[in-house]
């Protein structure tokens, strides 16, 4: 119908300039009186309502028209905005009019300035020794620049990746770098921290075993020394001629209450396997010291006066060596690493099966709450492990390393391994009989010295963990629980094989 009347108007030329056309009944309309557009590209349309011609018109240069002026199939004005690169937003205008008739609507025309967005993925990378490729996903809606600093960085830049090449690191020390992701134009930028691993010293150990007067030393390139003073079955010897004698009760310097000559059967055969499990878990060497000599003639976990009988020459000699060498070890060890663990093995023969870890506390202490235990600073000074309250790494206090989700209990349970004090079993009970450690735990432990930083455990590892068909699953129980202890608690890493 329109194109109809459009036609006969022009078969006329007649139009809304006709001389008889009242100028007062006249409109051009719009749907709208303003748009905002975003700072991207867009079409816009906009509907016109005229029952005269009309022409459109813009001085603003980054709004395209597209309908310039009306036709009778034409009841719209389209136009498209051009890329704001500017952060300012900025206006315009559209002009709609009949000139003849002096006819004008506008239409106002805002476009909001260029917001940029910078999205990294991820914010940091982290480089072996041996360096590689890792990649950055970048999303940006603007030209960006990259700038590393450091030459053993470099980088290719692709749509939406930057990919950072790393190149191998020769120096023992690790080395960090920042990746700046930035625009100068929009001012805005981003980091991406990067590090890198030191080269692996690959440390040279060649492990001495030196037996010297009943006392087999094996040297170790990790701070943990295993003792097994009970646990020989050689009987009787000698050292430069001088027969070592048998201990009796009554031929003692000093009268012992808990005298014995008891063998700690197997305990041998078990510190031989956990250092050998050690070794294959870790690719380390823990130290070791084990006596080669029956307890019949020394007894290396009591004091001098206790454990070498009356004109035991040969027997004090075994005695002086075993502890020097402990001495000697756990010197060294705090000296190279600041810190060190003593492990103490033993075996027990009573009723409830479970081992029984010695901290210096008597089962009656150990009955205390864990208030009562961490409020009264004589039961921190007294245990073995009294400078690891001070100094353990995540800061647990005495409760929790003594048999809390921390101690050694703890991860004596997690591999199978029942034993007191832990969180199931936080006492053994005033009617229960109850190693608590002896003279080498008491010797070399950290109590009464809150800066200490070498601590000394006992193990009195019961009947059942001790059969032979056990000893290797014992042994694998003991290092896992121990590495995971160490571990949670010292500053030196142990590395564990997969």
Request: with cysteine; hydrophobic share 35%.
């Amino acid at each position: 119908m329109k194109k109809l009347i459009y036609l006969l108007l022009a078969v006329l030329t007649i139009s809304c300039s006709t001389p008889d056309i009242d100028k007062s009944t006249l409109y051009i309309g719009l749907s709208k009186q303003s748009v905002t557009a975003d700072f991207e590209s867009n079409r816009y349309t906009v509907g016109v309502t005229a029952n005269c011609s009309w022409v459109a018109s813009t001085a603003d240069e980054w709004i395209v028209l597209e309908t310039e002026r009306s036709t009778p199939d034409s009841e719209e004005l389209s136009f498209t905005v051009a890329y704001n690169e500017s952060s300012n937003s900025r206006k315009g205008l559209i002009v709609v009019k009949n000139a003849e008739y002096d006819i004008v609507t506008e239409l106002s025309v805002s476009q909001k300035g260029f917001t940029p967005t910078l999205t990294i993925t991820p914010e940091s990378l982290i480089f072996t020794s041996d360096g590689g490729t890792r990649n950055i996903d970048v999303e940006a809606n603007f030209e960006y620049e990259v700038n590393i600093a450091a030459e053993w960085l470099s980088f290719e830049k692709s749509e939406r990746t930057l990919s950072v090449v790393a190149k191998a690191n020769a120096e023992s020390l690790e080395r960090a770098a920042e990746i700046v992701i930035s625009s100068e134009k929009y001012s805005i930028s981003q980091i991406v921290r990067v590090t890198q691993a030191a080269k692996e010293v690959v440390e040279l150990f060649d492990r001495d075993t030196i037996i010297t007067n009943y006392v087999e030393y094996r040297t170790g390139n990790v701070p943990i020394i295993f003792s097994a003073p009970h646990g020989s079955t050689v009987d009787g010897g000698s050292i430069d001629g001088v027969k070592l004698i048998k201990r009796t009760k009554d031929n003692m310097d000093e009268t012992d209450p808990s005298f014995s000559t008891t063998l700690d059967t197997r305990t041998l055969s078990l510190s031989r396997l956990i250092d050998s499990v050690f070794y294959a878990k870790t690719g380390k060497h823990p130290y070791t010291v084990f006596a080669k000599v029956s307890r019949k003639y020394v007894d290396l976990n009591r004091k001098r006066a206790r454990g070498v009988p009356k004109n035991g020459t040969a027997n004090g000699v075994v005695w002086d060596t075993y502890h020097a060498t402990i001495a000697a070890a756990r010197e060294e060890m705090t000296s190279k690493y600041g810190e060190g663990l003593l492990l103490d093995i033993h075996g027990h023969g009573h009723s409830i099966k479970r081992i029984e870890i010695g901290y210096m506390l008597t089962k009656e202490e150990l009955d205390l709450t864990d208030t009562q235990l961490i409020s009264d600073e004589k039961y921190v000074l007294k245990s073995s492990i009294c400078g690891l309250v001070n100094r353990n790494k995540n800061g647990y206090n005495f409760a929790e390393l003594l048999r809390g989700t921390y101690s050694l209990g703890y991860y004596f349970s997690r591999y199978d391994l029942s034993s007191v004090p832990s969180p199931s079993a936080k006492s053994p009970g005033s009617s229960n009989p109850y190693f608590n450690g002896g003279y080498i735990t008491s010797t070399y432990d950290s109590s009464n010295d809150t800066a200490g930083t070498f601590d000394a455990i006992q193990l009195e590892f019961d009947s059942k963990t001790r059969e032979s068909k056990n000893l290797q699953k014992t042994a694998e129980s003991v290092v896992s629980a121990v590495l995971d202890y160490f571990d949670k608690h010292y500053n030196t890493t142990i590395p564990k094989n997969e």
